[in-house]
């Protein structure tokens, strides 16, 4: 039912921007490239003959219109930001998609009763300003809209400040009604791709608890204090690090416990480290047992500075319980793939995504496709075009079910 | 022999420059705070009458003729510039016993055969510019100047050029002639201060090794990739760190073994990290138990990557080999101590100083004080005045031996 030509070229034309030498994408949130994404999916949608508005945390919304005006739309979408070594695929696909799937609309000219709309969230990834989903968050009334616009990225910007530069500070309300919501994203993980599956149809996302955890030592020269006298923030650290690790690799069920970003102060080769900053990542899908991780986590922390003579504070920074999709939606997505005859299995996400804050407040469902190797966030993150087409098609069906005609 | 007064409020003087919240010193090799400290040593000298030189290298040479104008001078001296959370007496007190020498001489107006000098080293530390002792290094020959000139700083600014910016980038030839050299310090270690000693008779310094290792291993998605297929970059350099502590912990005879560094790639929170570079500091008085320390670092490192999936690459960096002190000099502090009826010790100094490098050109000798908790590279460094002047009366008389009268 969609075009898988156009979809791919779109793809292909929104890679550009922000190409990075390994052939991934580089558009951080808010930076001139996440403006130069925008800004070429605003006149795509235009071109479309959308209606486009930008609320006050600069998600975008492109409507086309319900044969009811009254009813609220039903929402695809996605995000158009990346990590700083991120691919052409995750959050794109699932903006793109939604566009392929208007696009067809109009192809067919197919009325729908609700209007239809294609939604860019503002900050997904939550790399340049952390957390991540903000966008979605502050539209489900998870996040304080002033909250959002005061956080700070890595480099210093200030979150309202760059929407104000880069044009999105919209006026447009955060409360934006909605019917249902639909994301097609790339599995991002291996499953689809080991099964030989080429629909994932995502029942809902695992859970997750971030921290910041603060190692304080005492700085020394690297040389006349022996050994047995430091206290080394680092190789403290350095075994936090590997406890996360065992604490993911121990635990059953699918569990997951990352440390992202690491932090050495004062910084200088011959001082014992005085200072380590670091941030942790924990899943599972169930919430009995990410509970118990978190337990684990915190007393493994408190052990390992206990031995080691140093002071380790863990600072909770975000966090989303196991999140179940609606299961209507996840029976039409499931139906659709049957209907094309597309292979496919139930899938839990194991990232989070806007499609978790939105299913908070109204019926929503995810589409995953498969993605080589299971890569993501990574330049050489791929997708074959058949795959990509194949969650645009279940999209499509998806869609024209729930937004009747 | 010398005024302890004087010596204690220079002290107290130069530590208003680049003073720290915590009570230390931060004047980073050709800072602004590290010119302003030079500026005011070089005005103490020109009030003393010395004739200041300043080398290609930034190095300041103050003198004091000798009566034999055809005999190289015997120099005193250490460095100004200290780490980014430093003490104010980690180089600054060689430096300031040193020119209480100078000014005790002029009060007793001593006419000595041999020239007296105190020098100014530029960059000691190696924080700012890596590695260390790089104005030592270029007089004695082990650095080329031209490659020193353009090391390029943490913060990305160019030696040579920071040197032109401070007024520092002098015309003195840098094969400055010297007779002999005489490097007071504070012991930055324990040693004195637990034995009640409250002298160091240096006998020599351990030797040191300094690499840099990349880790490089596979960036993905935080959620969705499971535990046992990650190929994570900070997972392995933190068993690595680990095994660093170890190595310095089981390797018999004051071996010492720091991870002062560390910087994690793409540093977000939701990323494995794909690269990690961190920095090894290994030192040892024996020069064939470093070389074993070197081998089981290498084959450490090569171990845990390989089982952790990932690359690991081992740059050497930087090292000297364990370096003894002039034995007639070396006799002299010990006899001058014993003179003044201060208790003292042999010691082997955990630190590399310029007088490490001096030595291999000219006879040396370390004359160490105790200070307080044995910290040091840390803002909280602290000695006790009593302690500086009997480091500045040893000076004294050792200066005096050597310079001849
Ligand atoms: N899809 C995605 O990368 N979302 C960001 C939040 C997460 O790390 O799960
Ligand atoms: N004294 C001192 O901190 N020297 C720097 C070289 C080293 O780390 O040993």
């Not at 508005?53 to 979408?77: C, E, H, K």
């Not at 204090?225 to 075994?239: E, I, S, Y």
């Not at 989070?352 to 080589?372: L, N, Q, R, S």
């Amino acid at each position: 039912p969609i075009n898988p030509e156009r979809l791919w070229a779109s793809l292909a034309a929104m890679a550009e921007i922000g190409a990075t030498a390994k052939g991934g994408s580089c558009r951080l949130a808010l930076s001139d490239e996440d403006k130069a994404g925008r800004d070429l999916f605003v006149s795509w949608c235009v071109e479309a003959g959308c209606e486009v508005a930008i609320d006050r945390v600069g998600n975008i919304f492109a409507r086309r219109p319900g044969s009811d005006p009254t009813l609220p739309p039903v929402v695809m979408g996605s995000h158009l930001d990346t990590q700083p070594t991120g691919g052409r695929f995750d959050g794109v696909y699932g903006v793109l998609a939604g566009l392929e799937v208007l696009r067809s609309l109009n192809d067919r000219s197919v009325a729908t009763r609700h209007p239809v709309e294609v939604a860019v969230w503002t900050n997904e990834e939550g790399s340049r300003f952390s957390p991540p989903m903000m966008g979605s968050g502050v539209v489900t009334g998870v996040f304080a809209l002033d909250e959002i616009l005061d956080k700070i990225a890595q480099d210093g910007a200030r979150l309202g400040d760059e929407l104000i530069r880069t044009g999105y500070a919209g006026d447009a309300p955060t409360d934006h009604p909605m019917h249902a919501y639909l994301e097609a994203h790339i599995e991002q993980g291996p499953v689809l791709e080991v099964e030989e599956k080429e629909i994932g149809v995502v029942v809902g996302a695992q859970g997750q608890r971030w921290y910041e955890v603060t190692v304080t030592g005492v700085e020394a020269h690297a040389g006349p204090t022996p050994m047995r006298l430091r206290r080394d923030a680092l190789v403290a650290a350095a075994r936090m690090v590997t406890a996360v690790q065992e604490l993911g690799l121990d635990t059953p069920g699918d569990a997951c416990a990352t440390v992202g970003i690491l932090d050495v102060h004062p910084h200088s080769r011959n001082v014992i480290p005085g200072r380590v900053f670091f941030t942790v990542d924990l899943r599972h899908p169930d919430s009995a047992t990410l509970a118990a991780m978190d337990r684990r986590f915190r007393d493994a922390v408190a052990a390992i500075a206990d031995a080691a003579g140093v002071r380790a504070e863990i600072a909770d920074f975000w966090r989303f319980p196991p999140t179940p999709f609606n299961p209507t939606l996840v029976d039409r997505v499931r139906d659709a793939a049957r209907g094309f005859g597309f292979s496919h299995r139930d899938i839990v996400s194991g990232a989070g995504h806007d499609a978790v804050y939105v299913a908070g407040k109204v019926p929503t469902a995810m589409i995953f496709i498969p993605c080589e190797d299971g890569i993501s966030h990574n330049e050489v993150e791929n997708i074959a075009p058949a795959d990509g087409a194949r969650g645009a098609a279940v999209l499509f069906e998806v869609l024209v079910a729930t937004a009747g005609f």
